[in-house]
Structure formats: structure tokens, C-alpha cells
């Protein structure tokens, strides 16, 4: 079974560093793309951006770039999304996504940024 | 970007009625190598969307065959033949041709 199992909610302060992770089981990892969808409060879904892991070659939504880092681990088949210095406008949730068609979904990072 | 737009918005239906939704693109989803990547997701509360449909017409794996999706180019159209209880909730289409970035509709919140 695929499956996409991403880490646990965060609780931090604006300027805090974070980074978010999901581990991908059932297909082989190096042959996908993978990445991440942000929902912010009450609002819709936003595509942040993909990684292929077997290069590393990642395409990111332009209006966020420099904003966050998508990386991935191809030993541990764990796809991650960083953020420096986060702001309270980064509270959302955030979804590990597979594929450019966005196939199969993670449960979900709740990640919440308050002073 | 390509920009998706989705009617209605609300959509409130009768158990067991049809439903429709419709999505418009700003620009032609036909790929380069012929195929047109215009994805439907359905998003329950509290839960993680999950892909209906994806290449306009096929659905996914355990998707009811009361879903079903049509369309070509710029205009595309989801429906459901008789809505039951578990189809509440909001969806989306998705535009995978023109990425980055992959775009989302507004979403489309179907109520009983």
C-alpha cells in the first residue's frame, strides 16, 4: 500500500526555524515526484512544490520561492519542507503529496505560529 | 499562472439528486504530448483531499462510478449522478499542465 506519513504538529514563535517531514512507503521512492499542498486557515488548497528525489531537481510555485526549501533523503525515503524564519503567515496546513498528479495524499501537518 | 475557476461555489443538493460542478481555465490544459492533466480532488471535513479523477476522465481506484468527469480545453465539468451522505464537503480541480506551479479552483462546498 502507498502511503505517505508526515510528522507531527508544531507549535512556534515568528522567526523560529522548522522543518517538516514525510516518509513514503510502498512505491519506489527515487522514481516520483513528490512535495507539498498549503492550505491556510478556512482557505483553499496552494501547490508549494515538487521534488524528483533520485536528482533532487526541484520546481517550486514562484510566488513562494526563497520562502521555504524542499529536500529529500533518498536513503530514508523522507521528502522534507524547511522553512529559516517562520511567519505568522506560515500557520497552515501543510500536505506531503505524490506525483504531478497528486495521487496519493499525507494526513497532514498542522503547523501553527504565534508570538 | 494558469488560473482555474470553479461554479458554484455552494452547492447545496438533495440526497439521492444530481450534482454538477464546472471548472474553467484561463488557457488551453492540453499538454504538449496530447494528454489533458485537469484533476478533480474531494476534500471531507477535517480530512486530507483525496483524487477522484485525474487526465479529465478517468477515475481512481475505489471511486463510485456515480462520479464522472468530462470536458476538453478550457471548460470541465464534474458530476455526480445521485448524492449520498459521504459526498459532503469541498472540491477542487487541478490544473497539472501548465507547472510549475500546479493551480487549484476555489473549491466548491456541496452540502446536503
Known amino acids: 500500500e502507498v502511503q505517505l506519513v508526515q510528522s507531527g504538529a508544531e507549535v512556534k514563535k515568528p522567526g523560529d526555524s522548522l522543518r517538516i517531514s514525510c516518509e513514503a512507503s510502498g512505491y519506489s521512492f527515487t522514481n516520483q515526484w513528490i512535495g507539498w499542498v498549503r492550505q491556510m486557515p478556512g482557505n483553499g488548497l496552494e501547490w508549494m512544490g515538487l521534488?524528483?528525489?533520485?536528482?533532487?531537481?526541484?520546481r517550486y510555485n514562484p510566488s513562494l520561492q526563497g520562502q521555504v526549501t524542499i529536500s529529500a533523503d533518498k536513503s530514508i525515503n523522507t521528502a522534507y519542507l524547511q522553512w529559516r524564519s517562520l511567519k505568522a503567515s506560515d500557520a497552515a496546513i501543510y500536505y506531503c503529496v505524490r506525483g504531478h498528479g497528486l495521487d496519493v495524499w499525507g494526513q497532514g501537518t498542522v503547523v501553527s505560529v504565534s508570538s | 499562472d494558469v488560473v482555474m475557476t470553479q461554479s458554484p461555489l455552494s452547492l447545496p443538493v438533495s440526497l439521492g439528486q444530481p450534482a454538477s460542478i464546472s471548472c474553467t481555465s484561463s488557457q488551453s490544459l492540453v499538454h504538449n504530448d496530447g494528454d489533458t492533466y485537469l484533476n478533480w480532488f474531494h476534500q471531507r471535513p477535517g480530512q486530507s483531499p483525496r483524487r477522484l479523477i485525474y487526465k479529465v476522465s478517468n477515475r481512481d481506484s475505489g471511486v463510485p462510478d456515480r462520479f464522472s468527469g468530462s470536458g476538453s480545453g478550457t471548460d470541465f465539468t464534474l458530476k455526480i449522478t445521485r448524492v449520498e451522505a459521504e459526498d459532503v464537503g469541498v472540491y477542487y480541480c487541478?490544473?497539472?499542465?501548465?507547472?510549475?506551479?500546479?493551480?487549484f479552483g476555489q473549491g466548491t462546498k456541496l452540502e446536503i
Open positions: 521534488i524528483f528525489p533520485r536528482d533532487s531537481d526541484v
Open positions: 487541478m490544473q497539472g499542465t501548465h507547472w510549475p506551479p500546479g493551480t
